[in-house]
């Protein structure tokens, strides 16, 4: 057990629609960060909150949009789903933002866009 | 997006057995770490490495990060069946949170009985 939440744990969507994932960081921990993981691909990251702002971002879309409230958990809102959008979602939390912090990661949203 | 480059890409062994895996990059990390991930699950983390040249252990499992700090490996010493799984590393820039962490594409460890 990571103390990282995620919910949904599976949800299908039709292509076209958005879709809202949260997580629930572990205690202590003010940073969360959302990754993609594909099919037979190892985590791709997307972005990280710290302090209920976001401090860094990968290569996604302006359609993949996040959120950190005062108590540190965080969602993650797709807009104008796709098919390659199709992936488990994983939250990861840990304390602070700089290098060098053990990142814990929760068990994930499976995310099926068909 | 970026990935490094972990090697080898399955490994089939038999119990009892050692395994030994790698990780290179072309870029410098500050902090390495190795997950594994059982199906349908998340990430857990194994070992994390925070210095060049720092060797760490956590019971049957030792890893290294390398001098360079474009390369770490993992060792898992007499495999039992429940080391199964996919095995990633993940390399964390100097930037930090800015930048994420970077992950190779893992090692599906198969332990034939």
């Known amino acids: ?114 | 997006g970026q990935q490094l480059n972990q090697s080898p890409q399955s490994m089939f062994i038999q119990e009892g057995e050692d395994v030994s895996m790698n990780c290179t990059s072309s870029s410098i990390f500050n902090t390495w770490l190795w997950y594994k991930q059982d199906p349908g699950e998340g990430p857990v983390l194994l070992i994390a490495l925070y210095k060049a040249g720092e060797l760490t252990s956590n019971g049957r499992l030792t890893a290294q990060f390398g001098i360079t700090r474009k390369d770490s490996f993992l060792n898992i010493s007499a495999s039992i069946p429940s080391d199964v799984g996919i095995y990633f590393c993940a390399g964390q820039p100097l930037g930090g949170g800015a930048d994420g962490l970077t992950f190779g594409k893992g090692t599906h460890l198969i332990i034939q009985p």
């Open chain 1, 1 to 114: 057990e990571t103390g990282v939440t995620q919910s949904p744990t599976h949800l299908i969507k039709t292509r076209g629609q958005q879709v809202t994932l949260r997580c629930s960081s572990q205690s202590g921990h003010n940073t969360v960060s959302w990754y993609q993981q594909a099919l037979g691909q190892g985590p791709q990251f997307i972005f990280q909150y710290y302090r209920e702002e976001e401090n860094g971002r990968g290569n996604f879309p302006p359609r993949f949009s996040g959120l950190q409230f005062p108590n540190y958990s965080s969602e993650l809102n797709v807009n104008a789903l796709e098919l390659d959008d199709s992936a488990l979602y994983l939250c990861a939390s840990s304390f602070g933002r700089v290098s060098g912090n053990t990142i814990y990661f929760g068990e994930g949203s499976w995310l099926t866009v068909v």
